[in-house]
């Protein structure tokens, strides 16, 4: 795929997006001693561009005429799911921002500019694009290493815990129990977040076969409720799903089930008090599927009041999109959720 492809220079190519020739003159001046500096007036000309060349960082304008900053940025994840994005918003347009990040953009840039943040946030996205491309490009042998590394330790002290359980049947004081409950419930939980994440990575590398074909979303989002909404429920959390019953995606059900669950069971590990909410939507080129946790306010998601022992906690989100029919040739990622807490 040509976003894989190498760049012939050793300067970093950065594009600038922006209606406004002021704005790209700007930032092509403040940035063009330490990278190599492209132009684009519009979204459509900004994605002729990426299609046909790499890029490592994209500014982008959210509120330019023709096609909508949103849509450029969404069609931009699609070309290279790696290229970092910062959007470029003016004064009062926070809002627009957020919806930005949301759409996993790395960060932005407010108006007007400051020379020294913006020439930070262009070196700390390069570095993240720089980590993530080094990860994919490791060995084979890394990810067995890990596997075995990370397993065996667990595997151990879950056998051992087993057998203390088993010796100390009649011996064993309510609080020993208590703590041994704790280590296999610990165990149990990390070995599924290496597993996880040794299926994701693996996904990425594309080695796991994809089988593609139609999925009912509702019903599996049900399934995963079934599941985890006893937990939430047992943590004194609201719990609902959201999803028109004739939701149908061409995609790898049981992928898109175990990625989903994974976000939905980090909202409930890490929410305190408030509601975790699944919402699926149609859109022009796919459903998103979007996980929000907390108390948002006023929202009727939350139907776990606060408490004074339990305070509202602050909405966090996370979504994802699929694609409702297959791509022409295989994907070699799943989608991509970038999110330095668990949710966010």
């Known amino acids: 795929m040509h976003w894989l492809a190498l760049v012939t220079t050793d300067r970093p190519r950065i594009l600038i997006v922006d209606d406004e020739r002021g704005v790209r003159e700007s930032l092509r001046a403040l940035l063009n001693r330490e990278c190599e500096v492209l132009t684009a007036a519009t979204g459509d000309e900004a994605l002729e561009m990426l299609a046909r060349d790499p890029f490592d960082i994209m500014t ?16 931009a994840k699609q070309i290279d799911p790696d290229l970092e994005v910062l959007i470029i918003t003016g004064y009062g347009s926070f809002d627009t921002a957020v919806q930005g990040l949301r759409f996993r953009a790395f960060d932005y840039i407010a108006k007007p500019f400051d020379c020294d943040q913006v020439r930070r946030l262009v070196q700390v996205a390069l570095g993240r694009r720089a980590a993530v491309r080094r990860l994919k490009a490791a060995p084979e042998q890394l990810l067995s290493t890990l596997s075995h590394e990370l397993r065996t330790p667990l595997n151990v002290i879950m056998g051992y815990s087993a057998m203390l359980r088993d010796e100390g049947e009649l011996t064993l004081t309510t609080d020993q129990r208590r703590v041994l409950d704790r280590i296999d419930e610990n165990s149990t939980n990390l ?25 009912r979303v509702g019903e599996a989002l049900t399934r995963l409720g079934a599941d985890l909404e006893p937990r939430a429920r047992a943590k004194e959390l609201g719990w609902r799903l959201e ?22 069971d980090n909202a409930v590990r890490f929410t305190a008090a408030g509601a975790v909410v699944l919402v699926a939507w149609p859109g022009p080129d796919g459903i998103t599927i979007e996980i929000v946790s907390g108390s948002p306010g006023g929202s009727s998601a939350c139907s776990a009041a606060p408490s004074p022992s339990r305070p509202a906690a602050p909405a966090r989100r996370v979504s994802c999109a699929f694609p409702t029919s297959p791509p022409r040739t295989p994907s070699r990622a799943a989608p991509r959720l970038d999110t330095p807490d668990p949710l966010r």
Not at 195 to 210: C, F, K, Q, S
Not at 245 to 254: F, P
Request: no cysteine; glycine share 10%.
């Open 243 to 264: 999803a028109p019953a004739d939701l149908v995606i061409a995609s790898d059900g049981d992928k898109l089930f175990r990625l989903v669950r994974t976000l939905a």
């Open 60 to 75: 982008l304008d959210l509120k330019m005429p023709g096609t909508s900053g949103i849509r450029v940025l969404e069609r």
């Open 191 to 215: 070995l599924g977040y290496v597993e996880t994440m040794l299926y994701v990575a693996e996904l990425d590398r594309g080695v796991v076969p994809v089988a593609v074909g139609p999925v």
